[in-house]
């Protein structure tokens, strides 16, 4: 579950991470008391709230100089959608803003944590070049990123944020501030069940001190029952609705870029069905695990869900029925298509508990289903039938 910049500050505040005064808004006339209850001399920055980066380039971040220009940029921003190169061509509707105080700023650099799955460690992830794509400074200048890793046993310490800090040219003085930044940072992420950290830029200001003018936070879905006040932050409006509908029925859906539907049953399953419509050359269209013990009905939920995403040119269902059996999973079907108008062909291969009770149900249905011999028959079939 990924959140705001604004309420990612205001949880990355409370481990001692150094932010800036800043108020969220969801009117223009909200921009305006936002800058007056903020104070001061400005400037300020007015800055739309979505759940992609990119936002500066594409007009969703302005430096204003007083409420009256922060009312009018506001208004102009709040509703308009939003296109960045992490949002897609459909962008994302402004539908809240954060207006924060500026300040003045000397550099600006990277800092993150993720957990690397190498080493199985929290790693400190940290670039002189900030305020740019880090997957750009990875690819092109790789020798700019910094990674250190975090032993769970003694926590970050302060000698590797100094040794950081040194790497990234900053100045004497403010050494130990970057390794107290860094060290609260890290608790923070460990604490709240975090799977991504990310503040681009992090500013080391004309007084040597070091602010997060932007962060990111991603946590562990998984781990979400362990923090009720997190999942109060989740935002529907920034999520896929069709993932939102398979959360309701249990169902692990992830929707991606391609044109083939693919409901499987079991993740590793769907992994290498995702690996084998891509040898056949199309691209799935979604991860869709209906899990084990799936019935009729949540099966039918998920096939409806396949189908009413219209860029799903065609749709490979491949069940091993293992504890699932695969009339259940042929019933769930035929429930769905006979609700909905199939308007696309369907390829389906099945195996193992009460394929042949399946097989029959499927057949006797009247759709017009395409069976396949195995993985490999099935794949090619659907990448022919979508075309």
Not at 236 to 251: I, S, V
Not at 331 to 347: C, D, F
Request: overall charge negative.
């Amino acid at each position: 579950m990924n959140i705001h910049e604004h309420q990612g500050k205001e949880i990355l505040a409370r481990y001692g991470v150094a932010t800036l005064k800043g108020v969220m808004t969801t009117s223009a006339q909200g921009a305006r008391e936002a800058v007056e209850a903020i104070g001061g001399d400005g400037p300020w920055v007015v800055k739309a709230q979505i759940h992609a980066g990119g936002r500066g380039k594409a007009g969703g971040v302005k430096l204003v100089k007083s409420a009256e220009e922060a009312e009018t940029f506001a208004a102009s921003l709040l509703g308009k959608t939003l296109v960045t190169h992490q949002t897609g061509p459909e962008g994302r509707v402004v539908r809240r803003l954060f207006v924060e105080q500026g300040c003045a700023i000397d550099r600006e650099l990277y800092l993150g944590f993720a957990l690397d799955r190498d080493t199985s460690l929290v790693t400190a992830i940290a670039s002189a070049e900030g305020g740019v794509e880090i997957e750009e400074v990875a690819a092109k200048t790789p020798e700019k990123i910094l990674r250190e890793a975090i032993r769970p046993e003694v926590g970050c310490q302060s000698y590797q944020g100094r040794k950081i800090g040194k790497a990234l040219g900053l100045p004497q003085k403010s050494l130990g501030k970057f390794a107290k930044f860094l060290s609260a940072l890290y608790e923070a992420y460990v604490a709240t069940d975090a799977a991504l950290i990310e503040i681009n830029p992090l500013v080391l200001t004309k007084d040597g001190d070091l602010v997060a003018l932007d962060a990111k936070m991603g946590f562990d879905d998984n781990a979400l029952f362990r923090h009720a006040d997190l999942r109060e932050l989740r935002d529907p409006d920034e999520e896929d609705p069709r993932e939102q509908q398979a959360q309701e029925y249990d169902l692990s859906y992830i929707a991606l870029d391609g044109s083939i539907g693919c409901m499987v049953n079991g993740a590793g399953l769907a992994m290498a069905t995702m690996d084998i419509v891509k040898l056949a050359g199309a691209a799935p269209a979604n991860f869709l695990d209906v899990g084990g013990g799936a019935d009729a009905k949540k099966v039918a939920a998920a096939f409806r869900i396949i189908l009413a995403d219209t860029s799903v040119k065609a749709v490979l269902i491949n069940i091993f029925g293992g504890i699932m059996q695969c009339d259940v999973l042929a019933t769930g079907v035929v429930q769905a298509a006979s609700e909905m108008k199939l308007a696309v062909p369907v390829v389906c291969r099945l195996e193992g508990t009460n394929v042949d009770e399946g097989r029959k149900i499927l057949a006797d249905s009247g759709l017009n289903i395409i069976t396949a011999a195995d993985m490999a028959d099935a794949a090619k079939k659907v990448v022919e039938a979508s075309k």
